[in-house]
């Protein structure tokens, strides 16, 4: 059974940076497209950005284009999200998920077939 855990969630001022990790177990994270979204409180799921299975193919949603990273490392079956510049707007629960679909399902949240039980992250001014 695949389980996704997230950690390095935190309260960080404005301008501060965060790295967050999902490690996936239960199967090979190779064989998945992973992604972050988050949620903040009265507001959907949205997505963050997706990396591809090896990791090559990424894509962001446009208002965290520069300041956010994603990466995985198969050989640890962790993904990663490098947050840096952060804003008061990136405040949410940030959920890493799991899709056997190719990284064209990209931004869907339906296409995601795992989902970790989501990390706080608080930027404060």
């Known amino acids: 059974q695949v389980q996704l855990v997230e950690s390095g969630g935190r309260l960080v001022e404005t301008g501060g940076s965060l790295r967050l990790s999902c490690v996936f177990s239960?199967?090979?994270?190779?064989?998945?497209?992973m992604a972050w979204f988050r949620q903040s409180p009265g507001e959907e799921r949205e997505y963050v950005a997706a990396?591809?299975?090896?990791?090559?193919?990424?894509g962001y949603t446009e208002s965290v284009k520069g300041r956010f990273t994603i990466s995985r490392d198969n050989a640890k079956n962790t993904m990663y999200l490098e947050m840096n510049s952060l804003k008061l707007e990136d405040t949410g629960v940030y959920y890493c998920?799991?899709?056997?679909?190719?990284?064209?399902?990209?931004?869907?949240?339906?296409?995601?077939?795992?989902w970790g039980p989501g990390t706080q992250v608080t930027v404060s001014s």
């Open positions: 990396v591809g299975f090896s990791g090559t193919s990424t």
């Open positions: 998920a799991a899709s056997s679909y190719t990284f064209s399902v990209g931004q869907f949240a339906h296409s995601y077939h795992y």
């Open positions: 239960g199967r090979a994270m190779r064989e998945y497209t």
